[in-house]
């Protein structure tokens, strides 16, 4: 009876680690398939519902008829990731427009992104479909690979790279080989030196109450530190910022429109969120027609 009873709690103990092995991957954060030194992380729900809403839109046909865009597509900053995109798609053999974009909308997602002015980034979703996928159906034009025994595949011209794998139920793509290499070895043995432990992440992500249906979360002190933060931040208060290590935004879709909530941490902050209760009181006050306003918890004597 011992015999037995020892070979039934083996043969438990083997089917909840095979379990977790199945359940883990599907729990697991995106963040944390994420290697360290990003600049900013923006993650979604549902990427792919986003897109569609946005795609479907008329808000997408104003902007593109307005001035702004008409503005914007002249200027240096459009043209030069215009030029980018041009010698992506070369190195990729496939055209990187809104097109392909779809295709590679799966559920949750998260993009990281490693160094503005070389545009290294890293995207990693769930559930897109690979078998309607243009990028994964000329995976026989690139170079195949390894990264902790999953294989990826990795294409270069014209001072670009393209890497993408997939993995369970995850799909990736990169511009930077390492990065990629770095990703698969994270989702095959999950290594704790990830995106989701540094210090300023976790500083910004664990206060926030509640994840939007987009979330951004960014390095406050490498971001302004960038030559393109500088040149292109239109509030030109850069001194201001400084005295912030991180900030998250989480922006909720509403019935009636979207709403948005930001802060921002100081490096010795307590992350300890204010009673929002006195605020919400001071809120219901402000006139229905208000597309914005500020309210400070406990405001200095200035």
């Not at 005295?243 to 922006?251: A, E, F, N, V």
């Amino acid at each position: 009876k011992r015999f037995a009873l020892w070979m039934i709690a083996i043969a438990l103990a083997a089917a909840s680690v095979w379990s977790y092995g199945q359940l883990a991957p599907q729990s697991q954060p995106l963040s944390s398939l994420m290697p360290p030194g990003a600049l900013l992380y923006l993650e979604a729900k549902d990427f792919g519902k986003l897109l569609g809403e946005w795609n479907g839109s008329s808000e997408k046909q104003k902007w593109l008829a307005s001035e702004n865009y008409g503005v914007l597509s002249r200027s240096r900053l459009l043209l030069r990731l215009q030029q980018a995109r041009d010698e992506f798609q070369q190195a990729a053999e496939v055209s990187p427009g809104m097109q392909l974009l779809q295709q590679l909308a799966g559920t949750e997602s998260g993009f990281a992104f490693y160094h503005l002015g070389d545009l290294k980034f890293l995207y990693v979703t769930r559930g897109a479909k690979l078998d309607a996928n243009d990028l994964w159906n000329a995976r026989t034009k690139y170079e195949p690979r390894q990264a902790a025994d999953i294989p990826f595949y990795v294409r270069r011209g014209n001072n670009r790279t393209v890497a993408f794998a997939s993995k369970d139920d995850f799909l990736f793509v990169a511009s930077d080989e390492r990065l990629l290499a770095e990703a698969l070895a994270l989702v095959a043995t999950r290594q704790t030196s990830s995106l989701a432990g540094e210090q300023w992440f976790q500083q910004a992500a664990t206060a926030s109450k509640q994840q939007g249906d987009l979330r951004l979360v960014y390095d406050v002190q490498k971001l302004t530190a960038t030559p393109q933060f500088r040149t292109y931040w239109i509030q030109q208060n850069t001194s201001y910022l400084n005295q912030y290590s991180s900030g998250i935004s989480d922006l909720f879709e509403r019935a009636d429109g979207f709403e948005e909530n930001r802060t921002l941490f100081r490096p010795s902050a307590n992350t300890t969120l204010p009673d929002e209760q006195s605020l919400a009181e001071i809120a219901r006050l402000t006139p229905r027609q208000s597309s914005l306003y500020r309210g400070c918890a406990s405001p200095s004597a200035e």
